[in-house]
């Protein structure tokens, strides 16, 4: 932000968004990989403002007004999450663009919701209902004509030729450390690229995990839309029983069905038990992978900082898919359950 600084960024937030004067100095609020988050107090209220880590490409905008679009839908049909704020000039979803310092800084802003964040392992069994009934609500919103856009997964020959002339200060050991699981990105590439014929298409949230769960006093909210946009039911279903299935131990088959009961008994899909149902999570998995290691080899506009820590959220996201293919001969027996 230059010159400015988060007090700035409050006072011209709580200008845009008609908030009233600021109350205090704003606070970070620590979690995100991201985007900065900071919860601002004024005569109103107290507010979550999320600066946003953009893009100024078409397909970046494009994205974000189709996870708008879903943000809100989902907000009229009752799902339990913060209220989504609209500027007080109409633009591009609820997202301004304020002048801070020396340029443009992108904000959304959301009513605070007070909360502690979930656990990534050992998530309490009420909640996996929750998740499960949560994902019926979405799955039957209006889904616009087309198909879920599915990113491409790429070959293992493509990343091999990524990692051949990588940048100079790149340490040899996360070279190696990737090219070891060249032949899982291998096998992970051929399931994923092999996607069933009953797949129903859905408007989704895309990123439903522990992470993105606040349990609040009256109940759990769905946080960080972002992402949301077309998907297939199944898939998130899969990934998300997965999710919050995850324990010390590895997954609890308990929790996994748990989660899916409660998806059928809100009206969810009854899904065919095939390794083809977790395919979508090797697509995630593997994709995320992708983009981190094109962060790791500058191959990205990142900053140093998030250059450096994309080497060890790479291995992590290699790390999660050759776990995931270990499991696909065990998880689809889990669909009979």
Known sequence: MGASGPADLAAAVAAAFGLGPVRGQPRSVPGGRSHLLWQVRTSTGRWAVKQLNRSREPWWLADYLVAAGVEAAAFRAGVAMPRPVPPLRPGAGTLADLPIGAGLVSVLVHEWCP????????????????????????????????????????????????????????????????RDYLPDVDRAERVANQPPGWLTPVRTHRDV???????????????????????????????????????????????????????????????????????GLLRAQVGAAAWLLWRALGHRPVTPPERAAAHGHTLEALADMRASLGQLTVWPHWLTD
């Not at 996996?128 to 879920?148: F, S, Y």
């Not at 199944?234 to 899916?260: H, K, N, P």
Request: glycine share 8%.
């Open 115 to 178: 909360g502690r964040p979930l656990p990534d392992l050992d998530v309490p069994a009420a909640v996996a209902d929750w998740v499960g009934a949560t994902l019926a609500v979405l799955h039957a919103l209006p889904v616009e004509p087309g198909v879920a856009q599915q990113y491409p997964v790429y070959p293992a020959d493509e990343w091999a030729v990524w990692l051949r002339d990588p940048p100079a200060e790149t340490s040899a050991g996360f070279l190696a450390a990737v």
């Open 209 to 279: 995990k522990p992470d993105n769960v606040l349990v609040t006093p009256d109940t759990p909210i769905l946080v960080d839309w972002d992402g949301a946009g077309p998907d297939f039911a199944e898939w998130e279903a899969i990934r998300a029983a997965l999710a919050f299935s995850r324990t010390r131990a590895g997954w609890d088959r308990v929790q996994f069905g748990r989660t899916l009961r409660a998806y059928r008994a809100a009206g969810g899909r009854q899904i065919p038990p095939e390794p083809a149902a977790f395919a």
